[in-house]
């Protein structure tokens, strides 16, 4: 598995939008990549993943270089409920077979009022 | 639908005790993982089952075991427990159909040992 490198830090107004890059230079073309967040101890929680496209859903959008060394999470308008550890993960792809997630050391965002 | 869930949510072990978790996945997932994570760092795999089979084992010692059942719960056993077992142990379960691999988490199991 590719390894990630992400800000250990990141502050965000309220309201305002939340954009947490991720470096994966060494990611492999079957490699997607996924990310986490961590609520103060409470099990991780899965938000979106992408291959190379990017990727919207309800929680955020997942923007992938065309190049696919690197992505940022977008959180279009920031809660305080949004305060979390985000992970970024570069896991294989494929039909079945054995996937685990490696896990960094994250990114803390931290959301103020 | 019921999430992962786990039990239980808390427990005081003394070193040398044995101790099992247990975790009970998302309904139709088949795929059932633990991690587990030490105070300050991101959680860290420990095994993964599937349809019962081991399909994958983290750098644990033999301490550490685990089994799936044929409803796809499963337990994570430890013996013989360190101090440095204390931490959050958590269980992941995955639908593993093509297009959807990914994890969710149950709340952990919080293990102190004394």
């Known amino acids: 598995d590719a390894k990630t490198t992400q800000p250990p830090s990141m502050d965000c107004a309220e309201g305002r939008a939340a954009n947490l890059p991720c470096n994966h230079s060494t990611i492999s073309g079957n490699e997607y990549v996924y990310w986490y967040r961590q609520i103060h101890s409470q099990g991780p929680q899965y938000i979106i993943h992408?291959?190379?496209n990017n990727e919207t859903n309800e929680m955020a959008s997942l923007i992938i270089t065309e190049d696919r060394k690197s992505s940022t999470l977008i959180l279009p308008h920031a809660t305080l409920r949004d305060t979390a550890v985000y992970y970024c993960?570069?896991?294989?792809?494929?039909?079945?077979?054995?996937?685990?997630?490696?896990f960094g050391t994250g990114t803390r965002l931290l959301v103020s009022p | 639908d019921a999430g992962v869930t786990q039990s239980p949510t808390h427990l005081i072990k003394t070193r040398g005790q044995h101790v099992t978790l247990r975790c009970s996945p998302i309904?139709?997932?088949?795929?059932v993982s633990w991690y587990q994570q030490v105070l300050g760092q991101g959680p860290q795999f420990i095994f993964q089952?599937?349809?019962?089979?081991?399909?994958g084992r983290g750098n644990f010692p033999d301490r550490f075991s685990a089994r799936q059942f044929p409803n796809y719960s499963s337990e994570l056993n430890v013996n013989a427990l360190l101090l440095g077992d204390s931490a959050l142990y958590l269980c992941?379960?995955?639908?593993?159909?093509?297009?959807?691999?990914?994890?969710?988490f149950g709340p952990g199991t919080r293990l102190t040992v004394t």
């Open positions: 993960i570069v896991r294989g792809g494929g039909i079945g077979g054995f996937q685990k997630l490696v």
């Open positions: 992408g291959l190379k």
């Open positions: 309904s139709g997932h088949k795929s």
């Open positions: 089952y599937y349809e019962k089979e081991e399909r």
């Open positions: 992941a379960s995955s639908l593993e159909l093509a297009g959807s691999y990914e994890q969710y």
